[in-house]
């Protein structure tokens, strides 16, 4: 028998650790961090909503045990005065689907989700997308990060490829590489995947060579996308889809920003149509979030996709997350409730939202036209969201023209520095390079690098500062003037 010491004995952790933690990958945009430290800082950085956008700004909980009630805070309220009137409580109607009770909701419930939130889930996919085949369902998340790792787990072994776009959010590259996957990017332009592209890997593709067989699935943010800023036309959609067909891939839809697009006339302008809505096959799952529609910190999301590749997704997160939140499953009933039916939703409540990101997306193309020097770079068409993807004309950058040996990245990271120096941040392209086949020339390279500006935070005359110091770093990068 070991004699009890109490005297505290360090552990060295290293031992302990599993290859999947020591090797984990972290997001690059994590390197950004530093940089928001510095004082007077402007940040187009990060791609987060402004909790002004948030339905809810405080909450009372009833506590019998404590024999009071509590209030908790919100965005602009301190106090249960700013709190609008309690309307008084009605029992649901017999054809009314949502019914939050947290009788039920805070107790285990089924993976799937709780039977009323699946129902409005349900009806609303139907509406929206109107899916081409019968055997859907739909599994709840902890948000599209939880669906996309589900969706990584039931579908890939290590070693085994993931086509994704060229330039591809972080929180995708990161997970996939801890699990193993490989991750290669196919070329994107002004419609997205390109499908010619993408039929080029996938016909010439060589397991030897690879050391492995074609890719099985690819994944698309297909609407004001991460980084890009693109959403695909229905028209590239179908072509897409097509060449998955082809090679027989499934097609993940991770659509965050579904509902942030812009409509030419708002709620009466239909959402572009989505992969899922296109799909006879069963290959598309799709996932959607109430990040950015609600908020972030719900953590609630869902899965649509065919009953039998989602109860494989379903297990993974039985021994994960086991069931969802069932206080954000109330709250988030509670507030879909409060707008009526699908239609408040999709007529009243979306457009809202949609209507704020429109406006700033639009401003801050406006504040880049009058401030930044226009032989300095591309700004593309709105689409919405929370990001722009600015095209460095790098071709016509001094280094550039100068030296026949100058390297487009590193051009790249001076004009990264001098709007440092102007104290203006914002993601360089190379945080999102998916690792890729293609082989550029230099002059091509040098039409490949972006600045994603996410325009979701800042108030208004942060992002005309911002836009004033980006304007001055790039004219003097240029030599031309302001
Ligand atoms: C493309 C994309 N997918 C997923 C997420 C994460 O979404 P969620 O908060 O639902 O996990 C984001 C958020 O930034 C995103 O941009």
């Not at 030419?264 to 799709?286: E, H, Q």
């Amino acid at each position: 028998m070991p004699s009890i010491d109490l005297k505290p004995a360090p552990i060295d952790f290293s031992k302990y650790l599993s290859k999947e933690s020591t090797g984990r990958k972290r997001s690059q945009l994590k390197e950004l961090r530093p940089y928001f430290e510095i004082p007077g800082m402007i940040s187009f950085g990060v791609g987060i909503p402004h909790p002004s956008t948030w339905p809810v700004n405080g909450m009372t909980l009833s506590i019998p045990f404590a024999e009071k009630s509590v209030f908790i805070p919100g965005y602009g309220s301190r106090s249960t005065s700013d709190m609008l009137p309690v309307e008084p409580f009605s029992e649901p109607l017999k054809d009314e689907p949502l019914r939050p009770d947290l009788s039920s909701e805070l107790q285990y419930s089924a993976t799937y989700g709780t039977p009323h939130l699946l129902s409005w889930i349900k009806e609303h996919v139907q509406r929206i997308h109107s899916p081409q085949y019968d055997e859907w369902v739909n599994l709840c998340t902890a948000g599209n990060t939880d669906g996309v790792d589900g969706i990584m787990r039931a579908v890939f072994d290590r070693g085994d490829y993931m086509l994704v776009e060229e330039f591809a959010y972080p929180g995708l590259l990161s997970p996939a590489a801890t699990l193993g996957i490989r991750t290669l990017g196919v070329p994107l332009d002004a419609e997205g995947v390109n499908p010619v592209a993408m039929d080029e890997i996938l016909s010439n593709w060589n397991e030897e060579e690879r050391g492995g067989p074609r890719p099985k699935m690819i994944v698309i943010v297909p609407t004001c996308s991460n980084p890009a800023g693109v959403t695909i036309p229905a028209h590239r959609k179908r072509e897409i889809y097509a060449v998955c067909r082809k090679w027989d891939l499934l097609i993940c839809e991770d659509d965050p920003y579904c509902f942030l697009q812009i409509r030419p006339n708002g709620a009466d302008s239909p959402i572009v149509p989505s992969f899922l809505s296109l799909d006879t096959d069963g290959r598309v799952v799709r996932v959607d979030s109430f990040s950015k529609i609600v908020a972030p910190g719900s953590r609630l999301g869902f899965i649509t996709g065919h009953k039998e590749l989602v109860e494989k997704i379903m297990n993974t997160r039985e021994s994960a997350t086991q069931c969802p939140s069932g206080f954000s499953i109330a709250a988030i009933s509670a507030i879909l409730r409060a707008w009526g039916s699908h239609e408040g939703f999709e007529k009243k409540y979306i457009p809202y939202i949609s209507d704020i990101y429109a406006k700033r997306c639009l401003s801050m193309i406006d504040l880049l036209n009058k401030y930044v020097p226009s032989s300095t770079i591309e700004i593309p068409a709105p689409a919405g969201g929370m990001f722009l993807w600015v095209r460095l004309k790098i071709e016509s950058h001094p280094s550039f023209v100068n030296s026949s040996t100058s390297d487009p990245e590193t051009i790249s990271k001076e004009v990264f520095a001098s709007m440092i120096e102007e104290k203006v941040l914002m993601a360089p392209s190379e945080f999102f390079k998916a690792p890729s086949l293609a082989k550029w020339t230099r002059e091509e390279e040098a039409k490949r690098i972006y600045v994603r500006i996410s325009f979701s935070l800042p108030p208004p005359e942060e992002m005309e500062e911002g836009a004033k110091r980006m304007g001055k770093a790039l004219a003097k990068q240029w030599g031309v003037e302001q």
